[in-house]
């Protein structure tokens, strides 16, 4: 059986490390989306000293980049991009206090440390199914870095949003039984 | 000499060709491919496999009613264009295309993914163009276009090995094996895996691409093409990716070989994978 486990805002470690790899969680609260651009460029304002444009600290990073919207709606198709390939700036992200990571796809062995060694969890949504995802958004703001369009820094509201805990904070992945 | 097509030569408008291929490029997007529902969901294997077919239905019926893309990455375009002897092109057909990609890109909710440069502080070409055209001229009539809505996480696992020429099938196999057990689960499995062998480098990939164009289910005519097709189906399938990489599920829909002859020195073989949602369709005038 999938355990389920709704998740609100504010995000807590206390329930973040209930968490189960395998376990369906559904998250209501605000998320920070942002990708590979925008993190490269969060990490060389960080380098070279200055502040970063947003605070991550108890945040929940959900690695996506939307589709446009359409007029009046919150946003547009949204769902998760390969984590993988943002393995890199991981550690700098739990560095600045970031909770959790949504995305897709299976993250190399260091993700597994740094969840044990940070106790923060790596959450996989549902791909494909990105007009479904939209409708679970219920607001959204460009919050940093506009003019790279689809992969601009946005804060977004998300409601009964359906992830499942893929690495758990004692960095066990999900197998299946 | 006489022949099909001898000196009666059609033009082909380019405003017949953009519209037909806007509507395509549409459908592709918003439409869930119908050639894939029932090999991913015809039969349950557990708990997550089941949750996601429901959303995968859900996702379909509000793309279809909102005109809201099925996936956020509405990817690249690459169109593979067959033009017959019989036809005459109003103008050089990428910049038809483009016009047809740029146009439905901007005026559907769709994602614009390209940048330029591609290295360095790159900008967003803010319509989804250049777009990528391959031309084949053909024996045929008329003009067919093959459309392939391609996203960056399958792109991403293309690979190509220049096998030595006294390689086995195994040692081949082998090496598709680990590469989709290492990173299919990235590209939004059950995957379509299309494969080249034989030829370049180069004709080894555009044959793994290509093979991507072909339809769920079908077989080779090369009868020893068929029977690997098959055999690697099945080993794939063994790796219990599964749907979504949760072990429940078919985790390829198909596998597709090409085959070319090869330099007596050389043999190269490259992988190319499709998602499961698999936005390939074609146009013919």
């Known amino acids: 059986m999938i ?50 444009p947003l605070n991550l600290k108890g945040t929940v990073v959900f690695y996506a980049g939307p589709a446009k919207e359409m007029a009046g709606a919150p946003i547009g198709a949204i769902g998760p991009t390969t984590s993988a390939r943002m393995d890199k700036y991981l550690k700098f992200l739990y560095q600045q206090g970031v909770m959790a990571t949504i995305g897709k796809g299976d993250r190399s062995e260091l993700v597994e440390t740094l969840n044990k060694e940070y106790r923060r969890v790596y959450f996989v949504a549902p791909s494909g199914v990105a007009a479904f995802l939209a409708s679970r958004v219920e607001r959204s703001e460009v919050v940093a870095f506009e003019d790279l369009g689809p992969e ?12 499942f805990v893929w690495i758990d904070a004692f960095g066990r992945k999900y197998r299946h039984p | 000499m006489g022949g099909r097509g001898d000196g009666i030569m059609r033009s082909i408008r380019a405003a017949d060709l953009e519209k037909k291929v806007y509507r395509l490029l549409k459908e592709l997007n918003l439409r869930f491919n119908p050639q894939v529902m029932e090999r991913l969901c015809g039969s349950v294997e557990g708990e997550y496999h089941q949750y996601f077919c ?113 390689a086995s099938e195994e040692e081949i196999n082998n090496a598709i094996e680990d590469h989709i057990r290492s990173k299919g689960g990235r590209s939004c499995p059950p995957l379509h895996v299309g494969i080249g062998v034989g030829g370049s480098a180069d004709t080894a990939l555009f044959m793994a691409k290509r093979a991507l164009l072909r339809n769920l289910g079908e077989r080779s005519p090369i009868p020893f093409v068929a029977r690997w097709e098959e055999k690697l189906f099945f080993r794939l399938n063994k790796l219990k990716i599964g749907v979504q990489g949760f072990g429940e599920g078919p985790t390829v829909l198909d596998v597709h070989i090409l085959t070319q002859p090869r330099h007596i020195a050389v043999l190269p073989v490259a992988v190319a994978v499709d998602c499961f949602l698999c936005r390939v369709g074609r146009v013919s005038l």
């Open chain 1, 3 to 52: 355990k389920n486990i709704d998740i609100t805002e504010p995000y807590t470690s206390e329930v973040f490390e209930k968490l189960r790899a395998g376990d369906r969680v559904l998250l209501t609260g605000r998320v920070v989306v942002m990708r590979d651009s925008a993190q490269r460029r969060l990490l060389s304002l960080c380098e070279g000293g200055s502040n970063l």
């Open chain 1, 152 to 163: 601009a820094i946005r804060l977004i509201e998300v409601h009964d949003f359906p992830l």
């Open chain 2, 54 to 166: 429901e959303l995968f239905r859900k996702n379909a019926e509000i793309a279809a009613r909102a005109s809201l893309p099925l996936c956020q990455d509405t990817g690249f375009v690459e169109f593979y264009v067959e033009v017959g002897r019989n036809v005459v092109l109003e103008e050089p057909v990428f910049k038809t295309l483009n016009r047809a990609v740029s146009n439905v890109y901007m005026e559907f909710p769709f994602r614009y993914s390209m940048v330029d440069p591609p290295l360095g502080p790159s900008k967003n070409t803010k319509d989804n163009t250049p777009t990528f055209v391959h031309v084949e001229l053909t024996e045929g009539e008329g003009v067919s276009i093959t459309a392939h809505v391609k996203g960056g996480g399958s792109e991403n696992l293309t690979a190509l090995w220049m096998f030595l020429p006294t």
